[in-house]
């Protein structure tokens, strides 16, 4: 197995059990992982599969039962709550289904967000949130709430915020579970644009086409990964020739 | 639908044609009322005659077809043996890969659940590709649409392979 000190993320043996006895819930059940960088993961799987609970121990925002994750050689599971909470602002980004943008401020007042909790001046936060919104393509609804901005727009804004202190890895639950399908290809060309940036991205979700954007696909169910497929190299290339485009002869 | 399907009928026993006939209704239910026992007959003919296929005439010297046994040869054996791992897509005749799920289960041929995955893993692939051609597609671009609808077709299929895992997977651990 790979070693933990070179990936970018990596788990062991990751458990995560509520309740106990006869109403106690296995929500993960052993999993190890080895993330590379640059890598892109998508975990499907039926709703209740724990794929969200592996997300969130992944990405420190839970602790786990048992089992370890490492982050960039450095253990997670065991570090302070303080330790913790520098992790989250500064070595991950996460993008929620429900957008989690902050209501009362502006696009570009959510974005710039990141940088002042983690320190930075104010102009930098806002050179830098100017910035992502040009690449999320928002530039010119940098000034309006989120309720004034379409589903797509706030997932753009709310993915400009994750990647706004240059994360190590950003984790996606269901990140199109609240769009429609133009919103969603919006989102799916973002994700692609992270994707060729050689960002490290790990997203859970039942959406096939956000799947289909990661390099490897692994299925989980009852808590556990039961297929692991890699999408990358395989059938590529002639598109004629893969679905039978050309005439008869 | 490929004459391998009446083929793959034979894998679980050599059988007459009228029991295929009920198999086929028994999988395909109201959709199998298109199938007559004259088509049966035609295509075990062919097969027969393409070497998949031997008949034998049961019991009594009656030359009829219904009374005739038919099983598979090697050559009808290592025929299925390849149906069931091809990826056919996109010309997926639905009923043809449910009826290949049927009888690979019911031959133990091969785990439906790993025909599946070896089809969804396949899909997954091409959807990647075909997606990402899409995007790099200026807007309103006419080849763009067709990628689309190549997207959400496949798209399409990935959610109904995904019910059939999970049919299959708890059917098997019944």
Redesign the interface.
Known sequence: MTTVATTTLSARGLRKYYGKDTGLVRAVDGVDLDIEPGETVAIMGPSGCGKSTVLHLLSGLDRPTDGEVWLEGRRVDEMSERQLARLRREKVGVVFQAFHLVDELTARENVELPALLAGRSPRFARRRATELLDRVGLADRADHVPSALSGGERQRVAIARAIANDPVVVFADEPTGNLDSSATLEVLRLFEDLHASKLTIVVVTHDERIAATADRLISMRDGVFVDETRLSGGSSGRLGALFSVGLEA | MQQEVVLAMLAKEPSHGYQLRARLNDALGPLGDEINAGQIYVTLGRLEKAGFVAAETSESTSERSDRKVYALTAAGEERIAEWVQEVNW??PDLAEFHLKLVTAAAARLADPVSIV?AQ???L??????????A?EEPAHSAAGLLLEG??LR??AD??WLETCE?EW?ERGDQ
Do not use: K
């Open positions: 996109p010309r995955g969804r893993r396949e997954l692939r091409r959807l990647r590709t075909v997606q990402r051609a995007l190549i997207v496949l798209q990935l959610r999970r997977t």
